[in-house]
């Protein structure tokens, strides 16, 4: 997506939230962090090339009306919601990547140090390749999941080194498996120095920003082997719908008691409540995950697409029919 694209869709959805989301220019400055003098020329620029008429025209209206529904249904601080094609799972994975950088950059551009924790997952390492380099040293990069799998092999979608590369600042990565192989390892690895540190540079951070995985054959955690087959039947067997940062969650985004559940290194969901939040993820496969972490409370923004946006949607209105 060049620049001039990214313009238009900016546009769109200054044209949506003002001609059909009755916002004013200081509200809509809020949601897509511009001035109010930028809201306006968005709007001229949105008149100019023609999408607004009697509607907008444009594939973005939509998504903004998908966006809009969850923002107000779960009281997120945003929801964007970018297009997507069914077909194509790389094209979604791109647009939220995106997507993923205009969130990201706006913070990362900051002059004053700014402490960013990040998880993995292939959109999170997306918004971070979408990037534009900018000399940053006074940033802190930390990640929230563990970097080694238990065959040793390196977490290939961690983001937390290519954003520090990009930006020449300080890097911080956790040194443990996502989920440990006994209770006595994981207290262990939690006490040692290191270990805290790190922990400690995370909890200063002022934003998050972390991938929702599924519990399936096709999951991540199974997939890269941080956890074993019969660990995925456990959670499976538990009626788990997706994970965040490893912590696995049932349809109601409760946390669930359990074997594997002992043993993960990250840090607990809870120690994030005052953090912005943000889950970069989407797909149909995805969408229970989403809507677990939004009905848990554990998210105040979300950046996903319009397959698993208009899906979560249609389960609210199910339940309200």
Known sequence: ??????????????????YVGGLTQDE??????????GVQRLLAFARQEGLVKVHIDHPISSCMTL?????????????DVVPAETASSENATHYLGVAGAERIGKLVERSEPLTLSLGSGRSVRAAVEALDRTERPQHRFVSLVGNVARDGSANR????????????????LLPAP?????????????????????????????????????IDRQATL??????????LDELLGLEAVGE????????????????????VTSLPLEHFGKHLMVA?????????????????????GLITDEVAARRIVERLTSRQA
Request: hydrophobic fraction near 45%; include cysteine.
């Open 244 to 263: 965040l940062l490893g912590w696995p969650l049932n349809s109601q985004g409760e946390v669930i008691d359990c074997s594997i559940t002992r043993r």
């Open 157 to 172: 979608y961690d983001a937390v080194m290519l954003l520090a590369d990009k930006t020449g600042g300080e890097r911080f």
């Open 67 to 79: 966006g809009h529904t969850l923002r107000e249904h779960f009281g997120l601080t945003f929801c």
């Open 28 to 37: 809509i400055a809020s949601q897509l962090g511009v001035s109010r003098p």
């Open 222 to 231: 199974f997939q890269d082997h941080f956890i074993s087959e019969r660990e």
């Open 280 to 300: 970069i993820a989407g797909g149909y496969d995805k969408a229970l995950g989403i809507h677990a972490a939004l009905k848990g409370g554990w998210l105040k």
């Open 178 to 214: 996502v989920v440990a192989e006994s209770i006595d390892e994981k207290n262990a690895m939690l006490s040692q120095r290191l270990f805290q540190a790190i922990a400690n540079v995370a909890r200063t951070s002022e934003a998050a920003f972390i991938g929702v995985g599924r």
């Open 1 to 18: 997506m060049d620049k001039f694209e990214v313009k238009l869709d900016q546009a769109a959805r200054a044209a949506w939230m003002s």
